[in-house]
């Protein structure tokens, strides 16, 4: 690990909801265990469990099951704060996402806290930073007093494909998952730390005010291996405690990948063509019951 990356850290914390720790808070899905679409009422109950951790959580399309429209209200009954997510691979998801942020910032601007153009469409190869930059300038025209940024995986951050992005965002979300780097929970945390702090010393250099999260990360408790990785929820819990408290206590801000299981997800196949099983990364699980210790 690159320790000597440590201090500046506290230069890009939220200012406006971290204090001495970062901000922990939660990817959550538009789906009910069945594949249906959540309702307001559904995401009511997902925060009564979450505010014991945190009041704050992220989506990925803000039209996908109408997910803005009913988290938004949601969020405003029960003290919540959502980053809402665009889609932006495709035309037709790009302006659905827009309209459907543009809509419900018109009624709860208290409650959005940021905006995300695209998940890990560099990664995927779907834009270049340029490219990416002018959907973000796009957005930006649109929600003026909103902070509009991108998710991406660390190493695109990185290696500087995200480059024009990060001197023109307001928030930079770095993805980072020691699990899909194949290693053992023994490495986990330390994995994880040391490519958060290459992407995170990457980004400073060039937009030392951007603030800065950790879109993603976490450990699955159930599915199938990866490399040296084994999913268990005494590997989920270690993560936990090593991992997401780690980094938190060092004055990052992060998302955990998930907050609830999603068993309605299809089996996909990894990088390697292994079955890739995505169904278990639930802090909690499906039905909203826990699984382990929280405590940091």
């Not at 959550?28 to 995401?43: A, H, I, R, V």
């Not at 930059?133 to 998710?151: N, Q, R, W, Y």
């Not at 998302?255 to 990364?281: C, I, L, N, R």
Request: with cysteine; aromatic share 12%; net charge negative.
């Amino acid at each position: 690990m690159r320790f000597a990356t440590v201090l500046p850290i506290a230069l890009v914390a939220a200012p406006t909801i971290v204090s001495a720790a970062g901000t922990l808070g939660f990817a959550l899905g538009t789906k009910k265990p069945d594949g249906s679409c959540k309702s307001q009422s559904d995401y009511e109950d997902d925060f009564e469990v979450l505010k014991s951790q945190s009041t704050i959580v992220r989506g990925y399309a803000a039209s996908d099951c109408k997910f803005a429209e009913n988290v938004l209200p949601a969020a405003k009954s029960k003290g919540f704060r959502v980053i809402l997510g665009i889609w932006a691979d495709t035309a037709d998801s790009f302006n659905d996402d827009k309209k459907a942020i543009v809509d419900g910032y018109l009624k709860y601007s208290d409650q959005v806290y940021a905006v995300t153009v695209g998940s890990e469409s560099l990664y995927r190869g779907n834009f270049t930073g340029d490219q990416l930059l002018e959907k973000i300038k796009d957005v930006k025209s649109a929600l003026p007093k909103v902070k509009v940024g991108t998710a991406d995986s660390w190493n695109k951050y990185q290696d500087g494909t995200a480059d024009p992005v990060v001197k023109g965002a307001d928030i930079i979300l770095a993805n980072a998952f020691s699990y899909w780097q194949g290693q053992d929970i023994k490495n986990g945390s330390a994995s994880f730390f040391d490519d958060i702090m290459q992407a995170l010393g990457h980004i400073q250099s060039l937009n030392s005010g951007v603030e800065f999260w950790v879109g993603e990360t976490g450990w699955p408790t159930g599915g199938s291996s990866y490399e040296a990785a084994s999913p268990g929820i005494q590997e989920a819990e270690q993560f936990w405690k090593e991992g997401v408290c780690g980094i938190k206590a060092w004055g990052v801000n992060v998302f955990s990948f998930e907050a609830f299981d999603e068993p309605w997800k299809p089996v996909s196949t990894g990088q390697d063509g292994k079955v890739a099983d995505e169904t278990h990364w639930g802090v909690w699980n499906a039905d909203r019951t826990s699984k382990y210790d929280l405590k940091c």
